[in-house]
Structure formats: structure tokens, C-alpha cells
């Protein structure tokens, strides 16, 4: 089966710094790759995803990229605000399937 | 909001017992997944329904079993509670025509104790 390794497991950056979390999958198959972030005491949110189609995403702040040769993905959180502080996930899955594999989480913290 | 339902947010229960959590889909959605959450660990994917069938299963032992009806909605149930079964329990659901993003539900928080 797939096997999503994230890394770092926590991060600490300044406010208005760049964060950035990276993950690696083992199954070549996977093809779609989405990133969480939850708070504490709530449900996953998603907050951006890529297919493997594209190598890169951007939504204002956050930027996925996706090198599949390599299998591995990243997330990049520029201008970074107290308020992005939260456990961040990564995932992977393939189209036709119907299991989700996520990463481990990273802690991220952003200081005022 | 997601528009995914799951009750109850939360629940105590003695080991050896049966807990039953239920979950309403977003609407439009035909897919329900659930995932089972430790403290400080990533979902783990329990199993999924579509079409009132299960359609796919992780790596959970038989007493882990659901359901889905006619509107989508699902239940989790759990026999023979272990200490190890407490986690936040997650639903999740999807439209099969969009592929395969899913969306989670707030989740039920299970203690057992």
C-alpha cells in the first residue's frame, strides 16, 4: 500500500516568514494529493490539492508544488500569519480509488 | 462549513461495550468515508460506502462495521470496545463524479474507558 512520510513534524516561524512542509508517497499510482489543516479540537479543513496533471497550484497565500518523478510534494505558506498556526496534513490517493493516506502532520506555529 | 453532520460530538464509553456514530453527507454527495484519528496522528481510513455497499476497507478488524442508506447517511458502529479505539472518529464524503475530494465532517470524539 501507499506510505506518506511528512516532514518536519513541527515548525516555528515568525510572522511574516515562508513555512514550508514537504511530504514523499511510495505509490507511483497516486495521483492526487491534498493538504489539510486543522485546528485544535476541529475536523480537517481542506486548503488546497493538486492533481498530477500540474506541478504547481497557488491560492493567495499557499502554494503546492509536485514533482512526481521523485514522488514528493509540498506545501508553501508565504507571508505567514498567527492565525495560520494549526496542524497542517498531507495525503495522497489515486483517482480511482477510495482510500486517502495521510501523512503524519506537521505543528506549525507562526510568533508574533 | 462542510455541510457534513456527524453526532454525537461526544462520547464515554466502558471497554467491552458497542458505540454507534452516525454521519448525514453533504448533500449532493453519494460517497461516505470514515477515518479514525488518534492523538497526534494523521486519519486512518476505515472503510468506505457508496451506493449502500461497502467499497473499499484499511487495516480495522471485523468489529468495525457500517452502513449506508438510501440518503447517504452512514453509521460507524464498534463492538467490544478496546482502550486503544479512543480517538476523534471521522466522516467524510465525496461526490463520485468529481473524483475523489472529500470533505470531513466535525467528528465524534469517543473515550473509552
Known amino acids: 500500500g501507499e506510505n506518506v512520510e511528512q516532514h518536519p513534524s513541527t515548525l516555528s516561524v515568525q510572522e511574516g516568514d515562508s513555512a514550508v512542509i514537504k511530504c514523499t508517497y511510495s505509490?507511483?499510482?497516486?495521483?492526487?494529493f491534498p493538504w489539510y489543516k486543522q485546528e485544535l479540537g476541529k475536523r480537517p479543513q481542506l486548503i488546497i490539492d493538486?492533481?498530477?496533471?500540474?506541478g504547481e497550484k497557488k491560492d493567495q497565500r499557499i502554494a503546492v508544488t509536485l514533482n512526481k518523478t521523485a514522488k514528493h510534494f509540498s506545501l508553501h505558506i508565504t507571508e505567514t500569519q498567527p492565525e495560520d498556526s494549526a496542524v497542517y496534513f498531507c495525503a495522497a490517493s489515486r483517482a480511482t480509488g477510495n482510500q486517502f493516506y495521510f501523512g503524519t502532520g506537521t505543528s506549525l506555529t507562526v510568533i508574533p | 462549513e462542510t455541510g457534513v453532520t456527524q453526532s454525537p460530538t461526544h462520547l464515554i464509553k466502558t471497554r467491552g461495550q458497542q458505540v454507534t456514530l452516525r454521519c448525514s453527507s453533504q448533500?449532493?454527495?453519494?460517497?461516505v468515508s470514515w477515518y479514525q484519528q488518534a492523538l497526534g496522528q494523521g486519519p486512518q481510513f476505515i472503510f468506505q460506502?457508496?451506493?449502500?455497499?461497502?467499497?473499499g476497507r484499511g487495516n480495522f478488524p471485523p468489529r468495525f462495521s457500517g452502513l449506508q442508506f438510501p440518503n447517504y447517511s452512514s453509521e460507524l458502529n464498534v463492538n467490544a470496545l478496546e482502550l486503544d479505539d479512543s480517538a476523534l472518529y471521522l466522516c467524510?464524503?465525496?461526490?463520485?463524479?468529481?473524483?475523489?475530494?472529500?470533505?470531513f465532517g466535525e467528528g465524534s470524539w469517543l473515550t473509552v474507558v
Open positions: 448533500s449532493g454527495h453519494n460517497t
Open positions: 467524510a464524503s465525496s461526490r463520485r463524479v468529481e473524483g475523489n475530494t472529500i470533505y
Open positions: 460506502y457508496y451506493r449502500e455497499e461497502e467499497n
Open positions: 505509490d507511483s499510482a497516486s495521483n492526487y
Open positions: 493538486i492533481r498530477s496533471n500540474v
